[in-house]
């Protein structure tokens, strides 16, 4: 994933651009841009969901047989460590949901909600439109665009590839590895209930310019996205 560079050639692209615009020109386009790639609440959803625990409401979608929410968690599991507001600032966790470890991922959904399985994602992705032989297989999988029918249409850098066909609304709350926050904007990772072994888990990630979902097996200190599927 080499964002580094695609993230300067933005830059440059832009420069050359302005370059020649006056400055209340300039300062209007920017005010366009950065509406344009506002984090929103989804809109286009079933219905809404509070959760008991603390009184947060999520969003919720019907996705062929299946009921997700259409938010990241962003429940407070009570264990002091384990959970992650990006660059911690309550700000973001109120915007992009919490980061969770996979032992605590496990414990943030509300009851009457689970974290998915890896058979799980895997039906949502087929139903979005990826072939069964590469719901199996790990890596990038981009049969059927799904990266591109999961992610929000807003939210993402350069722009994104996000269509939210399936009204799923991904958007890039980044990661949290190795006491290093990263990504956001760029980049999300979801957990999967699913463990491959004692120190690893398999999720799914999706990344701004991408069309395909990423499956792989994440070691469980990881700090990853929940979303909740309906029971």
């Not at 420069?15 to 005010?31: A, D, E, F, K, N």
């Not at 690893?200 to 991408?210: E, K």
Request: glycine content about 10%; aromatic content about 12%.
């Amino acid at each position: 994933m080499n964002i580094n560079v695609t993230r300067h050639q933005s830059r440059v692209t832009f420069s050359r651009v302005t370059r020649h615009l006056s400055p209340v020109t300039i300062l209007l386009l920017c005010l366009s841009l950065a509406s344009c790639n506002k984090i929103e609440p989804p809109t286009d959803v079933d219905g809404h969901f509070t959760d008991s625990r603390d009184g947060k409401e999520y969003a919720y979608v019907v996705i062929g047989t299946q009921t997700w929410m259409a938010e990241n968690m962003r429940y407070n599991v009570t264990d002091s460590t384990g959970w992650w507001c990006y660059n911690a600032q309550e700000a973001n966790c109120d915007t992009y949901g919490r980061l969770y470890n996979w032992e605590n991922a496990i414990k943030a959904c509300p009851v009457g909600w689970h974290l998915p399985s890896d058979g799980e994602w895997k039906k949502l992705e087929i139903f979005a439109g990826m072939s069964a032989s590469d719901a199996d297989s790990l890596g990038w999988r981009v049969t059927g665009a799904t990266g591109i029918a999961l992610k929000a249409k807003k939210g993402w850098n350069s722009g994104g590839t996000g269509e939210n066909t399936v009204r799923f609304s991904a958007i890039p709350s980044g990661i949290f590895e190795q006491g290093t926050y990263s990504f956001i904007g760029d980049l999300t990772s979801f957990w999967s209930s699913s463990y491959t072994d004692e120190t690893h888990a398999l999720g799914r990630a999706l990344i701004y310019h991408a069309d395909g979902i990423y499956r792989w097996k994440y070691d469980k200190t990881s700090g990853f996205s929940v979303r909740c599927v309906k029971n």
